[in-house]
């Protein structure tokens, strides 16, 4: 896999996502969350590259940990601090990042980049560390009507989820890979070489250009009908904290999830406590069981459990949701054995 991910925290704690997009030439680091605790597991280098922090809402339990995060990156001058999250995400982080004194950063070149997501628009804002995050420059807001953050290695949606406030998903996908055949490649008995890089590049070399190889001349087209390949990159999601009130939100979801591969869920009540989880606006086990059947990913890892529940009760939970969706597991390191 190009994408590798790890659940930060413990069972019954505190948990956020890790992941990471491998591109082969350059490493993106992306973190959903940032509850209390959670990025001690983390090197500080990794910490330090974390290209986009997504949250999915502001309760305590999932933004605890984000002081950690301010002082590993608060000065960074490689690359901006991206942030995205719910309506009020710029607002709240303002003033997160005005709680300290910043009175000896003037020579600080920081930039941090904050945006909003609503059903309509998304709103930006571009705070600087050399005048402490005092002033904000207000960005032309964009529509919502695609990814929300993208560059030539990945693209990242989100999708507006209830939770008594609006709690964000998030879909991580790689970008397509187009490689050579190497056994078709064989079999035309042409030399490798240079040429198979212009080959790769949709961008620059037209179908329609001549491209020599091993002293004969072949459109480019060609050449890419005969030996090129482009499979889909690998994906993952993240949902935390929401509830489906009914059909046509569950639809929606399921369309915005279509092809993830791995779903990375909360399993927060037992299906006896349906009052409980709809009062406190959270799944239960049969709901993410039957939301998995539907999307059918490769793979469903639970996380976000209650602390309500003993190792025993976690374990119940998880034979619930496998009931409906027997791909479904905790993180690997959680129980081992």
């Not at 301010?70 to 009020?88: K, S």
């Not at 490689?179 to 620059?204: F, H, M, S, Y």
Request: proline share 5%.
């Amino acid at each position: 896999m190009s994408i590798h991910h790890q659940i930060l925290g413990n069972p019954g704690q505190d948990n956020a996502l890790f992941a990471t997009v491998d591109s082969g030439h350059s490493l993106h680091r992306l973190l959903f969350d940032c509850g209390e605790g959670c990025l001690s597991a983390l090197d500080p280098t990794e910490v330090g590259g974390i290209a986009v922090l997504c949250f999915s809402h502001f309760h305590m339990d999932h933004v605890a940990g984000f002081d950690s995060f301010v002082r590993a990156n608060w000065n960074r001058a490689e690359m901006p601090v991206r942030i995205f999250g719910p309506p009020g995400t710029i607002d709240i982080i303002h003033h997160r990042l005005r709680g300290f004194i910043w009175n000896l950063s003037d020579d600080s070149v920081g930039t941090w980049i904050i945006t909003e997501i609503d059903a309509e628009e998304l709103r930006s804002i571009r705070l600087r560390s050399g005048d402490g995050f005092a002033a904000r420059e207000e960005l032309d807001p964009l529509p919502n009507q695609g990814p929300v953050y993208s560059d030539r290695d990945l693209e990242l949606g989100a999708v507006l989820l209830d939770h008594g406030t609006p709690s964000v998903g998030y879909f991580l996908r790689e970008g397509d890979r187009t490689n050579v055949n190497e056994e078709r490649l064989a079999e035309t008995k042409l030399p490798p070489g240079p040429w198979i890089q212009r080959l790769k590049d949709l961008v620059q070399t037209s179908d329609e250009e001549r491209i020599e190889v091993g002293g004969s001349s072949y459109r480019a087209g060609e050449l890419r009908a005969l030996l090129l390949e482009t499979k889909h990159g690998d994906s993952i999601a993240y949902l935390t904290d929401f509830h489906l009130g009914g059909p046509e939100e569950e639809d929606r979801l399921v369309r915005f999830l279509g092809g993830c591969q791995t779903l990375v869920c909360e399993s927060n009540y037992r299906n006896a406590e349906a009052e409980l989880a709809q009062k406190h606006h959270h799944m239960r086990s049969a709901e993410v069981g039957a939301l998995a059947a539907r999307v059918d990913p490769e793979r469903l890892v639970l996380f976000h459990l209650s602390d309500r529940y003993s190792e025993e009760g976690w374990h119940d939970q998880l034979a619930e949701v496998r009931h409906l969706f027997p791909r479904a597991e905790f993180p690997q390191r959680w129980f081992s054995g």
